[in-house]
């Protein structure tokens, strides 16, 4: 039945797009699972660390990345602030590269090695 104009004045008003755009994207944030390797794993005391990517951070520099999330998660980290790169499915990111990162890809910091 159609809706007449005394139910009209009963609805809710209609969310601006804007509203439900921020409601979509808080909906959407994206787990990250990071591999952790030599002296990273030894600095954090585990293999692997999951952080969760906010949604306004769909896109964001390989650098903050690493600050922002995974030095935030596990502090002891950032003794290789400026040393380790971060490998997005097998490649490594320049710090100043822009990442698109989603659930599935391969994440991996990858420390110094030293040896001989």
Known sequence: ?????????TLPPA?????????LRGLMSVELRVQLFAKAKELALQSAITVTLKPED???????????YLFE???PLRA??????LAVNDE???PEQELRLRASDD???IPPISGG
Not at 1 to 9: D, F, G, R, V, W
Not at 15 to 23: D, F, Q
Not at 58 to 68: H, M, Q, S
Request: proline share 9%; glycine share 2%.
């Open 1 to 9: 039945a159609p809706i007449t104009s005394a139910q009209k004045n």
């Open 73 to 75: 998660a596990c502090p």
């Open 92 to 94: 490594y990111a320049l």
């Open 15 to 23: 969310s601006p797009p804007e509203e439900c755009i921020s409601l």
């Open 58 to 68: 769909e896109v964001i520099l390989c650098e903050d990345f690493l600050e922002r």
């Open 80 to 85: 290789l602030k400026g040393s380790a790169y």
């Open 107 to 109: 994440l991996a910091l």
